[in-house]
């Protein structure tokens, strides 16, 4: 069976701009957040402020208003001292930035690579004939211990 | 439809088309009744579901949050919850909260229906559990369950008509654990195909369940009632929100003011009105639907509608494990589940109990920032972690049983409006004591299970706030009208040709996921309906 088409299709998303001013903030701050390290690049290496920035910022246009604010106030300082301000100065912003800087690192084709990632790909379901658990006794071994339930009418 | 005096007339008006509201206009229309639904959000169109998008976990926190609060769509109405111990999540749309949910497909226990006459809290339903069987088996078979008989959970005749789906090494791992512990596990009920079924397509694994499945094999009316339901003469009209039930000078329901897509104000007469907006939103339809003949609101001479809300407390505990276990492929609903510590034993020092589900915890963004139990870690060491929870873990989601309280409850948030202007809801909900100690319990046990299954280490979550998902009881049903709201089959005391059809209803809320029971209730109520249509008081 087949569903009707939408009825009201979604509006195109209107891509946000972020200023380069921002983007030389965030880039820093990235590298702090997600570092070089055990084989794995630096998100601001991979295009945290960048490239990921605007995959972000299309599929998340909610994340850039906070982002500003974060820019605005911690824009003046040292990515370590940013990074220690900004949850107490605006949580919301904080919050923001680390999906900014994790999603757009995670959602990177040579990261997931890097770590092994195979989820969200259309692998059809084999169901079993006689899975292992049938195979070991174990549901013998539940029935056998008996009903769990108590019986009302 | 045909009209009266100029107006737009139905034998059925049905307000929502999620789960109860499908089934119910899928039954009513093979049946040859004349159905309108209205439903306030729109047809959800798979193409567009993020499940193979990079940006599907940052996608999942917003656009695709089960918060209407969060999502903030046109459709959806605001819930003033900052109140509340848990926030009330739902889906505005064909299919309703089906389109997010994780097809966890458990039925309720006997027990769950006599709750005070076996441990004396909670009420008896005006049901029993083997009166709901066949509707169950009907509902199983109508949404394509795939399980294995024969639990020692349950009685005999549960045997979904599918095989179950594959419970991951992750799984296997936590079952043999309870068998060395002598616990009950079993694979778990899912309504996600594990086999083509009706022309439907079998699950692909992309372990996205709870953002809309693209491939259509995890069951929601959208692909499992409607097309067929619509077929039958059904009336769908998505992008129309019901605002009140209107009533005449006799106390019966005439049919229903709603708004359409276009913002124009209507009013569609109807013979007999359902409700199926789910336990917030049908409390809020009945709240808003007051007049001089039923000030307190529609149907609530009993004072208790909105009252008596449940949400099922949910805790977690997250297992870290040297070997991966690939638990983001496949399903997201339960790979298996327990039933050891459900039932009441009084030395715990509470009464009733939990379910256990043991599900995947997500794929590389929410490893970096979990959304249940778990921690970040940003500079050194943050590839680290990462490593150490992608693919590695697995987490007991404990459902507890939430025994009602009136304190609990919906009501109408002062000067809070949805896009339409209509009121909005405000919900008030804590968690009480007998909940906190069953959890508490629970946790512990669980953590004892991951460490049995040789978890290195546990996390857990003791109240998880993003998590109120079932949403139960606003409405009960009972025999008294001094102490429910509807009779046994949804029909409301007060107004006799207003029957409530989703999960309202629910006297006690169990322990398990209701989707199951809500359908199969729904079933029930439709045929109870027809059976009776003879005798059905209308105000025509």
Redesign the interface.
């Known amino acids: ?10 509006p195109t998303p209107v891509k946000p701009e972020p200023p380069d001013e921002l983007r030389d903030w965030l880039r820093p701050l990235a590298d ?4 070089a ?2 084989g ?1 690049p630096a998100a601001g290496h991979l295009g945290a402020a960048d490239a990921q920035l605007d ?2 910022l ?3 246009p ?1 994340l850039l208003r906070p982002l500003q604010r974060g820019h605005a106030l911690t824009g003046g300082m040292s990515p370590a001292e940013a ?1 220690t301000a900004l949850p107490e100065l605006d949580p919301a912003a904080h919050s923001a930035l ?2 900014v800087v ?2 757009g690192y ?4 040579e ?2 690579e890097l ?14 004939d006689f ?3 049938l195979a ?1 006794g ?2 013998e ?3 056998a ?9 | 439809m045909g009209s009266v005096d100029g107006m737009e007339h139905t034998e059925v008006l049905i307000v929502g088309a999620g789960a109860s509201g499908g089934v119910a206009a899928g039954r009513l229309a093979e049946a040859g009744f004349r159905v309108v639904c209205l439903e306030q959000g729109h047809w959800p169109d798979r193409g567009s579901y993020p499940a193979p998008r990079p940006t599907y976990e940052l996608e999942a926190r917003q656009r695709w949050s089960g918060s209407p609060n969060v999502r903030g769509l046109a459709e959806d109405y605001p819930v003033e919850d900052s109140g509340s111990d848990v926030a009330a999540l739902m889906f505005a749309g064909v299919g309703g909260s089906m389109i997010l949910y994780a097809a966890d497909w458990p039925r309720l226990l006997p027990s769950d229906f006599r709750t005070r006459t076996l441990d004396g809290v909670g009420d008896d339903w005006p049901l029993s559990y083997a009166e709901l069987a066949p509707f169950y088996e009907r509902t199983d078979r109508a949404f394509g369950v795939a399980g294995l008989g024969g639990n020692p959970a349950l009685p005999e005749g549960a045997d979904p008509p599918l095989p179950p789906l594959p419970i991951g090494a992750g799984g296997l791992r936590v079952a043999r654990a309870h068998d060395r512990l002598g616990w009950h596990w079993w694979p778990a009920p899912n309504a996600v195909l594990s086999a083509p079924y009706r022309g439907r397509h079998a699950c692909v694994q992309y372990g996205t369940c709870m953002q809309g499945c693209p491939e259509g094999a995890k069951a929601s009316t959208d692909v499992t009632h409607w097309p067929e339901a619509i077929a039958a003469g059904a009336t769908l009209r998505t992008g129309a929100r019901v605002s009140r039930i209107l009533t005449n000078s006799a106390g019966l329901a005439t049919g229903a003011e709603y708004v359409d897509r276009d913002g124009s104000w209507r009013v569609i007469g109807a013979d007999v009105v359902l409700l199926a907006a789910n336990a917030i939103g049908t409390a809020r339809l009945l709240l808003n639907s007051a007049s001089p003949r039923f000030p307190d609101g529609l149907g609530n001479s009993s004072g208790l509608v909105g009252k008596r809300l449940m949400v099922h407390p949910f805790a977690n505990v997250l297992g870290y494990f040297s070997d991966r276990v690939d638990s983001y492929i496949g399903h997201v609903g339960a790979k298996i589940v327990s039933y050891e510590f459900y039932e009441t034993d009084t030395s715990r020092g509470f009464s009733r109990g939990a379910k256990w589900s043991l599900a995947p915890t997500g794929g590389p963004l929410t490893s970096a920032l979990p959304t249940r139990a778990g921690s970040s870690t940003w500079g050194p060491g943050h590839h680290a972690h990462v490593r150490a929870h992608l693919g590695r873990t697995v987490s007991w989601a404990i459902f507890g049983e939430d025994l009602p309280d009136e304190d609990n409850r919906v009501e109408l948030a002062p000067g809070l409006t949805d896009s339409s202007g209509i009121p909005a809801p405000r919900i008030r909900y804590r968690v009480g004591e007998n909940s906190r100690a069953l959890l508490d319990f629970n946790i512990a046990k669980a953590t004892e299970s991951l460490v049995e299954a040789g978890a290195y280490r546990t996390e857990y979550e003791s109240l998880m706030r993003y998590s109120g998902w079932h949403l139960l009881g606003t409405a009960r049903m009972g025999t008294d009208p001094a102490t429910s709201v509807t009779d046994p089959h949804g029909r409301l005391h007060d107004v006799p040709n207003v029957c409530v059809v989703d999960g309202s209803v629910f006297p006690t809320s169990g322990a398990v996921n209701p989707t199951s029971t809500i359908v199969a209730l729904a079933l029930r109520a439709t045929e109870h309906l027809i059976a009776n249509r003879r005798n059905q008081r209308t105000a025509a």
Do not use: K
Not at chain 1, 106 to 109: F, M, T, V
């Open positions: 069976m087949t569903p009707a088409p939408p009825s009201q299709p979604e702090a957040l997600i570092p390290e055990d794995m995959l972000v299309v599929a998340r909610d990074l680390l999906e994790a999603g995670y959602a990177h084709p990261v997931r770590i092994g990632y195979t989820g969200q790909q259309a692998v059809p379901v084999r169901v079993a899975p292992e658990y070991e174990l549901l071994r539940v029935v211990r008996g009903r769990v339930y108590r019986p009302a009418d």
